[in-house]
């Protein structure tokens, strides 16, 4: 694998203006480096490598899988999505979450699969929280976090000159906690500078609104986020809100049955797109492919790699949307064209609720 450093050469941008002719340029940053939005082709929005939930290095006894088994494990899943036409995918895992841009590259690098890594934090209830509690006392910790995304999505992650490409924050269900508003405040004061999109996590289809509220409040524009797994929610009406406001849908957790049956989840899409909001809807699974530590039974670790399995979108989704008359253009535009507008900024059209 090249040296790291080689990969940071440049800034993701949103519209530049392409030296080949007056149609606008744009370039999405990947974790080997920028690309054109035109070659991200078929993209899922929200998928990880792998994860680690704060303090899993404690559990010394199981560390989860080595870094030779890791690659083993998301080059196969990546070459599985290879076979369904995908070329690209979102791993907008925080960096308390046990992001690891190195396993990125490397896995990127083995199978030349486009992968944009992010910068952010996650809720406060399974995050880093306490690291930022106990700084809290002695300064400004939002400013810092402001400063911290700015200068990985400028500068790269530590020293492996990775960049990010878009800003990653959270809140738990049904409220959002003093330290998730500061971690929200710090993502929007981020992307003001940089230009970067931002990509939310929110639990039990709750608080999109405010998420969506705050951030545009601050001076993100709405087609520059993305309002994570609101495919918690078959309420159209809190659909319908988000999207009117001009922002992003993610239905990204197929698959997991667990929070929710897939049925309710396509019949929320088909109703969005019957509503007119096809063109801000972009779908994933939200499946990890490798844990850090051991967050689950042992006994239960077949059962996670059926569980979490990125393509199930093609292999069962996109039939059950065609039952709905969805149109094969219709999924073309949920993992090809939605992903690249939203790289690009391009603005939505307005829309009612």
């Known amino acids: 694998m090249r040296p790291l450093w080689e990969h940071g050469a440049m800034p993701a941008d949103a519209g530049s203006a392409s030296p080949e002719g007056d149609s606008p340029g744009h370039t999405v940053q990947t974790v080997t480096g920028p690309i054109s939005t035109a070659d991200l082709g078929r993209t899922l929005m929200h998928e990880h490598l792998s994860i680690g939930y704060a303090g899993f290095e404690a559990h010394s006894s199981r560390p989860g899988p080595d870094r030779a088994e890791m690659v083993d494990v998301c080059t196969e899943r990546i070459s599985q999505l290879q076979d369904l036409g995908y070329s690209s995918m979102l791993d907008p895992c925080p960096s308390d979450l046990g992001r690891d841009v190195e396993l990125m590259v490397e896995v990127a690098e083995a199978t030349g699969f486009n992968i944009v890594c992010a910068t952010g934090l996650y809720k406060e209830e399974e995050g880093g929280s306490a690291y930022w509690h106990f700084k809290a006392?002695?300064?400004d910790v939002g400013?810092?976090?402001?400063?911290?995304?700015?200068?990985?999505?400028?500068?790269?992650?530590?020293?492996?000159?990775?960049?990010?490409?878009i800003i990653k924050c959270a809140t738990g269900p049904g409220a959002m906690t003093d330290y998730e508003r500061t971690v929200f405040n710090a993502a929007a004061e981020a992307a003001v500078a940089t230009g970067a999109p931002v990509t939310t996590h929110t639990d039990r289809g709750t608080m999109g609104g405010l998420q969506q509220e705050l951030l545009t409040a601050a001076g993100v524009p709405a087609n520059r986020v993305i309002i994570g797994h609101s495919c918690g929610s078959t309420d159209t009406g809190y659909h319908m809100g988000i999207a009117a406001g001009g922002s992003y849908l993610g239905f990204d957790r197929f698959g997991i049955g667990t929070l929710m049956p897939d049925v309710d989840r396509v019949a929320s899409l088909v109703r969005l797109l019957g509503r007119g909001a096809g063109d801000r809807l972009v779908?994933?699974?939200d499946s990890v492919w490798c844990w850090r530590g051991e967050p689950f039974p042992a006994a239960a670790a077949g059962r996670l790699a059926d569980l979490f399995?990125?393509?199930?979108?093609?292999?069962?989704?996109?039939?059950?949307?065609?039952?709905?008359g969805v149109t094969d253009e219709q999924v073309d535009m949920l993992v090809v064209e939605n992903p690249r507008r939203f790289f690009e900024g391009v603005p939505l059209a307005e829309l009612g609720t």
């Open 283 to 285: 779908v994933s699974h």
């Open 137 to 139: 006392q002695f300064e």
């Open 309 to 324: 399995d990125p393509t199930r979108f093609d292999r069962e989704i996109v039939p059950m949307l065609h039952d709905h």
């Open 143 to 165: 400013a810092v976090m402001a400063d911290q995304f700015i200068s990985e999505l400028t500068d790269g992650v530590g020293s492996t000159g990775v960049r990010p490409g």
